[in-house]
T-cell receptor, first 118, second 113 residues
Framework: DTAVSQTPKYLVTQMGNDKSIKCEQN?????MYWYKQDSKKFLKIMFS???????INETVPNRFSPKSPDKAHLNLHINSLELGDSAVYFC?????????????????FGPGTRLLVL | GNSVTQMEGPVTLSEEAFLTINCTYT??????LFWYVQYPGEGLQLLLK?????DKGSNKGFEATYRKETTSFHLEKGSVQVSDSAVYFC????????????FGGGTRVLVKP
């Protein structure tokens, strides 16, 4: 069974459209994240949620809105897509934040969603 | 703020050669350190980690030692295989910042038969 899954794997769309990427983890983790990997492979965090509560919100355009319906899911909705949004988006999860031991910091990544905006 | 610097690639090696990828970091706190690997067309996989000074992480023949005095976490493998061709990322996690992972720029490794 896949631990962290993302759908879709590939997404090709036109500028100006609105799209969503879904992430699910079956590891029982409390914390989930979204990262963006640009064309030069540089990875940067966008958001994180702990038990459905927003913890990290980096400098990301407000066209990007994460939603966590429960602690096993963290979806990313993007409004008015722009060419510069083309990237690979990775979801990740880790066991816990509150009272966490060092071991619980480890993040497990999904396979990525390759978004191409035309 | 936190940052991770790793050597730029690509690194091209022959099979059975010795691999070293340098990684240094700056951090305000006391981070845990990680190496992730990304095989072509795939997502990130945790390769190894170390959570305190002088810890050695190891997996699949790769090793890295957490050196607080030199703020380094260099990745090594004694004998690489073609299947080790991938992009390797050094990263640190900051518990004070919500466990945010800060990544280095990645090092592409190409192993030729």
């Amino acid at each position: 069974d896949t631990a962290v899954s993302q759908t879709p794997k590939y997404l090709v769309t036109q500028m100006g459209n609105d799209k969503s990427i879904k992430c699910e983890q079956n590891l029982g983790h409390d914390t989930m994240y979204w990262y963006k990997q640009d064309s030069k492979k540089f990875l940067k965090i966008m958001f994180s949620y702990n038990n459905k509560e927003l913890i990290i919100n980096e400098t990301v355009p407000n066209r990007f809105s994460p939603k966590s319906p429960d602690k096993a899911h963290l979806n990313l909705h993007i409004n008015s897509l722009e060419l510069g949004d083309s990237a690979v988006y990775f979801c990740a999860s880790s066991p816990s934040l509150a009272g966490a031991t060092r071991i619980q910091e480890t993040q497990y990544f999904g396979p990525g969603t390759r978004l191409l905006v035309l | 703020g936190n940052s991770v610097t790793q050597m730029e690639g690509p690194v091209t090696l022959s099979e059975e050669a010795f691999l070293t990828i340098n990684c240094t970091y700056t951090a305000t706190g006391y981070p845990s350190l990680f190496w992730y690997v990304q095989y072509p067309g795939e997502g990130l996989q945790l390769l190894l980690k170390a959570t305190k000074a002088d810890d050695k992480g190891s997996n699949k023949g790769f090793e890295a030692t957490y050196r607080k005095e030199t703020t380094s976490f260099h990745l090594e493998k004694g004998s690489v295989q073609v299947s080790d061709s991938a992009v390797y990322f050094c990263a640190l996690s900051d518990r004070a910042a919500g466990n945010k992972l800060t990544f280095g720029g990645g090092t592409r490794v190409l192993v030729k038969p």
